[in-house]
Structure formats: structure tokens, C-alpha cells
């Protein structure tokens, strides 16, 4: 059995914007610029690296009627669902108890094959999978949702578009969330590939789930005893050994950032008023950094001509009601300890009193 050229089989991905935003660069004091990712197929930048995982696996074996399994409790599932749905072929999710209906039901709207819910922990629904539901299934495949070189190479295709997109030289620094650090791992090759290796990185987790940043101060892969945190689409217990190989590469510049839940809930929140944007948790921890000062204790020389990359990794796991109720719970975060920003932008007025 041959493979098929690539250019036989379309990419699940797309090219997505990259815009600079002029409230959040005037709340950052520099020039902020916002890759896109939430506008991919699937909602998030999944789309990239498992879409890549499930094409070079069709490219591989084109004939065999394979049938795509992967434990996700949402972005990495509604991935690997669009992407095997272009091909016309199916594709089971196995999401932990802890799934939210809402998410539930994003993935079965998709088109997903079955939803199978079982396990406390993602770690639980992953073993489900491996040990039970693909030992069924001789046409299955086990799709990694974030430690696997094809989604590496999937999510390194962002940083050439924005390379061509920005133009002129590397940006100053670049923002991404990590959560099992695929995204992060992505950016990093894609970085060194187009000649950004020697720029600032900044890897932002949530408190309860900083399992990169805790690595990074041992010198080693760390296992989380728990995950404890709103941002649940970075709930991995412990990061891909090439992220950690990333982090601590000579000639890299990587800064892990740990922000709280309520920082990442203000990012949700705030990039809504500001831009008209919904994104989850775990990519708002990323837009937090544009406000209130945070951004400036973190890239050194950062001014007004400073050009910033934030990763808008998007997410589905969200709605109008979750950030109203983020706005209530959340809202007096603001500026607690830190320096307001240069100018006020629309959600500095509609902030709670």
C-alpha cells in the first residue's frame, strides 16, 4: 500500500488572521498583535496540530478505512472530529466525567462517531481509551492530543504565516498558553525555523496547572499530584518531554508565567469588551498580560513600538453566560498591586465598580 501526495489531500486548517489591536495595545503600552487561532475549523489551534496528526496518518495509509479515537475532554476532540470529517472518515472522543454537557454536546454537533464518558481525570478517560476501546477496534487510531511530532509540525505552521503577515523583523515577544505543550512546542520550532529563536517566548499557565513552570525550576518533566483550575483545556498533569526540551534549550528566551484563575477569567472578560472576541480560560490567561502592567515586568525595554505576538488559541468551552459570571465572580481582580494601564480602553469602563 503506497501513500498519496500531499497535495492530493487538503489541510483541515486555515490560514488565520493576524490583526493588531488598538485597545489592547493601548492598554499594554506596546503594540499588540493577535494570531487568529480562534477562527480555525474546530474553534482553536487544535485544528493545526491534530489535523496534521490525522492528514499524515491518511497520507500514510490512504486505502485503510481508519477510524480516529482521542481522549479530549473538548478542544482536541472537536479537532480531530472536523479533520476526520473532511476526509470522510470517523472519529470517537472519550471524554472524562468531569466534561461539561456543553462540551458534551459541542463534540456529538460536530459529528463525532460516539462521545464516550468515563474516568475522573483525562488521565483516566485516556487509559479507557488505550486499553479498552482501541483493543476493539482493529482500524483504530489513537490520536495524541499533544505529544507527537506531527502536532508539533501542525502547530509550528502558525508562526510562518505570521512571519509573511507581520513583515519587517521579530517581534519582541510572543504569548502563548500551555497547557500539555503542544502549542508551545509548535511555536518553538516554528520560531526556529523562520529565524525568531533568540526571542522572548512567554509559556503562561494557571496556578493550577502550571506543570511547564514547575519542570522548568526542577530541570525536569514534574507530575502535577492535581489539577485545580478554571483554565480546564490546560489540565495536563505533565507537559511533552519536547516542551520541557524546548524550555530549557540554549539560545532559546523562555519565560514561564503563572497567572491565578481570576487573571485568566479578567482575559476572557476584557477581550470580549475590547475586540468582540469570546475565547476560554485557558487562552485569556494569555490576554491578561495586556493589561494592567503585567506585560511590562516581563519583556525588558518593552515601549510603545514594542510589537508583541498573543496566541489567540481560542477554545470552545465558553459562552455569554460563563463570562458573565466570570465579570461577577472575577471583576475585582483589576490592578490589585499592579500599574494601571497607559489608557483606557472599553473595558476599563464597563470593569465592576
Known amino acids: 500500500m503506497g501513500s498519496m501526495p500531499e497535495r492530493e489531500l487538503p489541510k483541515p486548517w486555515i490560514e488565520t488572521p493576524l490583526v493588531e489591536s488598538a485597545a489592547l ?25 491534530i489535523g496534521n496528526f490525522v492528514r499524515q496518518s491518511l497520507l500514510r495509509a490512504p486505502s485503510a ?10 478542544n482536541a476532540g472537536l479537532a480531530c472530529v472536523a479533520a476526520a470529517r473532511l476526509y470522510a472518515h470517523p472519529a470517537s472522543v472519550v471524554v472524562p466525567l468531569s466534561t461539561s454537557p456543553f462540551m458534551v454536546a459541542k463534540i456529538r454537533a460536530a459529528g463525532a462517531t460516539a462521545v464516550i464518558q468515563t474516568g475522573a481525570t483525562w488521565a483516566e478517560a485516556d487509559r479507557h481509551l488505550r486499553e479498552v476501546v482501541l483493543a476493539a477496534d482493529p482500524h483504530g487510531v489513537y490520536v495524541p492530543p499533544f505529544d507527537h511530532a506531527d502536532v508539533w509540525a501542525g502547530a509550528s505552521t502558525m508562526v510562518e504565516e505570521m512571519a509573511a503577515q507581520m513583515g519587517g523583523p521579530a517581534p519582541d515577544a ?17 520560531m526556529a525555523r523562520v529565524g525568531w ?3 522572548r517566548v512567554l509559556a503562561v499557565e494557571t496556578e493550577g496547572a502550571a506543570s511547564l513552570a514547575r519542570s522548568v525550576e526542577r530541570g525536569e518533566l514534574v507530575t502535577l499530584p492535581e489539577i485545580r483550575t478554571i483554565a480546564t483545556s490546560l489540565g495536563a498533569k505533565r507537559v511533552a518531554g519536547k516542551a520541557l526540551e524546548w524550555a530549557l534549550k540554549e539560545g532559546t528566551d523562555v519565560r514561564c508565567v503563572v497567572l491565578r484563575d481570576e487573571e485568566a477569567a479578567m482575559g476572557c472578560w476584557r477581550l470580549a469588551d475590547d475586540e468582540r472576541v469570546l475565547v476560554e480560560a ?28 498573543v496566541v489567540l488559541c481560542g477554545g470552545s468551552n465558553v459562552s455569554l453566560e460563563m463570562l458573565m459570571g466570570y465579570r461577577e465572580k472575577y471583576g475585582g481582580v483589576e490592578g490589585k498591586g499592579l500599574v494601571k494601564g497607559l489608557e483606557e480602553v472599553p473595558s476599563t469602563v464597563t470593569a465592576p465598580r
Not at 495595545?25 to 496540530?49: V, Y
Not at 478505512?65 to 473538548?74: A, C, D, E, R, V
Open 174 to 190: 510572543v504569548v502563548c498558553s500551555v497547557g500539555g505543550g503542544g502549542l508551545f512546542a509548535g511555536v518553538m520550532e516554528g
Open 25 to 49: 495595545s493601548k492598554a499594554a503600552g506596546c503594540r499588540i498583535f493577535l494570531k487568529l487561532e480562534n477562527l480555525q475549523p474546530s474553534g482553536s489551534f487544535k485544528s493545526r496540530g
Open 197 to 199: 529563536g533568540g526571542r
Open 65 to 74: 478505512p481508519l477510524h480516529f479515537y482521542i481522549s479530549s475532554g473538548g
Open 282 to 309: 485557558g487562552c485569556g490567561v494569555s490576554v491578561a498580560l495586556c493589561y494592567d502592567g503585567r506585560l511590562g515586568g516581563l519583556v525588558e525595554g518593552l515601549n510603545r513600538e514594542s510589537r508583541v505576538v
